[in-house]
């Protein structure tokens, strides 16, 4: 099962998703898209209280649209994710300042002696973090009137992903081959106009005045010319 949320409207048409445990989250893990923006680690306690374990909670989604980064999400759309986070940790959600870390699915890595639903990342730097200062049940509420219950094919929707990504791509490599050839053909063009004009100099011309000085009369000078 997955639960599905519409974002705030102010912050646009976003859908915002977890697995309903562990086992969901696994599935989750293993079929995410490259546009999706995981919160895998969930709460723990904030900076001055580093000492202080991690805790356990939902891994939370967000599906951005093509173009978008983890450094593009408003404040709005990041503070319903973590809200969300910290809602669904039966210890995050009884503390008071808490981080939330959240990163591209591209950058979980799950390996063969990790926990069910347990990732860590390949690149720490493409981690980003925000503190949560306390629950906000009205965004809370707001996001769950909003929840939809869906058992989704998941490794139908990451092939039908892949293809169609695979498809845009083809497409973008035969525009760019369309386009390549339009400049060679330009190119071409260019070339021809110059040597045109290289043949039309006036010093590889003959003027009037040298034919007369040739004797020669301009019917004569057509005549040979035919």
């Known amino acids: ?17 977890m ?34 374990d991690k805790v356990s909670s939902a891994h939370v989604y967000l599906r951005l649209k093509k173009g978008e980064t983890i450094d ?5 759309l990041l ?30 890595k799950k390996s063969p002696s ?3 639903g347990q990732v860590g990342f390949h690149n720490p730097r493409m981690v980003r973090m925000l503190v949560v ?3 906000v049940n009205d965004i809370i509420n707001r996001l769950n009137k909003t929840r939809v219950e869906r058992r989704p ?3 139908a929707e990451k092939e039908a992903s892949n293809a169609a990504e695979k498809a845009e ?10 386009r390549e050839e339009m400049e060679r053909l330009e190119k071409e063009r260019r070339a021809e106009i110059r040597s045109y004009k290289g043949l039309m100099v006036a010093e590889k011309m003959t003027s009037n005045r040298q034919i007369a000085s040739a004797g020669k009369s301009m019917q004569e000078m057509e005549d040979e010319f035919v």
């Open 1 to 17: 099962m997955v639960f599905y949320y519409k974002a705030r409207p102010d912050a646009g048409d976003y859908t915002i998703y």
């Open 19 to 52: 697995g309903a445990d562990k086992n969901e989250n696994e599935e989750l893990i293993k079929y995410g898209l490259p546009e999706d923006v995981c919160d895998p680690r969930g709460p723990r306690r904030g900076r001055r209280r580093f000492h202080v």
């Open 72 to 76: 593009t999400i408003s404040e709005g």
């Open 79 to 108: 503070e319903d994710c973590a809200q969300l986070v910290k809602a669904h940790s039966i210890q995050g959600n009884k503390m008071n300042h808490v981080e939330v870390v959240y990163t591209p699915w591209s950058n979980l």
């Open 114 to 116: 990790m926990d069910v």
């Open 133 to 135: 200062e306390k629950r």
């Open 153 to 155: 094919d998941l490794k």
């Open 169 to 178: 791509r083809k497409m973008q490599l035969k525009e760019k081959k369309r």
